[in-house]
């Protein structure tokens, strides 16, 4: 168990460009998290999978986001056309089930310019 | 709508002092809470949940909370807190127990020598 796996750490972009960030659970967890922190707030609910399906989408998800998850094992998350208001923390976590909490990864810091 | 309040932005608090950090929320179903800590530029990291049984739960690092129904509530505790305890604090609810975690803005806790 090597637990839950954000790459990148960091992210510069310049406004108007596509990002994608890659997420890697647990191996054995089925649930897989997106959330978004922005500076001096709580982490913010974005999208989840069970499995390979996604399952719920938060209102703060706009078109420009789109997250994926093939074959159920790591997921992806797009934001296209970025904007400056995307500049913020994107935490993976992942779980078994909703009862065990979950386990987060170290994140992907986004700074769009 | 369901919420989670955590009342205090900033705690300070001389080490080995007492602290208590407050979380309320507003829900009339049942649900699944948490507490997670997050150190500088880290993930977070599950402190102690509560599911059903005993209303006293014992988390790691020493930490302890306590759910009261009737005021719909989920302090955190230590009796004697430390320098390395000094991080942010979120505070966490499932509602019916099958939603995503909605966290709460959070509560920095600075231990002071």
């Known amino acids: 168990d090597t637990g839950v796996s954000q790459n990148p750490r960091h992210k510069i972009t310049k406004r108007g460009q596509n990002v994608t960030f890659r997420c890697d659970p647990i191996s054995e967890h089925n649930r897989l998290y997106w959330y978004r922190q922005t500076l001096g707030q709580g982490p913010e609910f974005l999208t989840y999978?069970?499995?390979?399906?996604?399952?719920?989408k938060s209102r703060l998800l706009s078109d420009r986001f789109s997250a994926e998850r093939p074959k159920g094992s790591f997921s992806t998350l797009e934001i296209q056309r970025t904007e400056q208001g995307d500049s913020a923390m994107y935490l993976c976590?992942?779980?078994?089930?909703?009862?065990?909490?979950?386990?987060f990864g170290s994140g992907t810091r986004l700074t769009v310019v | 709508a369901q919420s989670v309040t955590q009342l205090d932005s900033q705690v300070p608090v001389f080490e080995e002092a007492p602290v208590e950090l407050r979380c309320n929320y507003s829900?009339?179903?049942?649900?699944?809470l948490f507490w997670y800590v997050q150190y500088p530029n880290q993930g977070l990291q599950l402190l102690l949940k509560?599911?059903?049984?005993?209303?006293l739960v014992k988390g790691i690092n020493g930490f302890e909370a306590e759910f009261n129904k009737s005021q719909t509530s989920f302090h955190l505790r230590k009796p004697s807190v430390h320098i390395s305890d000094t991080a942010e604090y979120f505070c966490?609810?499932?509602?019916?127990?099958?939603?995503?975690?909605?966290f709460g803005k959070g509560t920095r806790l600075s231990v002071i020598a």
């Open positions: 976590a992942s779980s078994v089930g909703q009862d065990y909490g979950y386990t």
């Open positions: 999978f069970q499995n390979e399906a996604q399952l719920e």
């Open positions: 966490a609810v499932s509602f019916s127990g099958n939603t995503p975690l909605v």
């Open positions: 509560y599911l059903s049984g005993s209303t």
């Open positions: 829900s009339s179903v049942s649900v699944y």
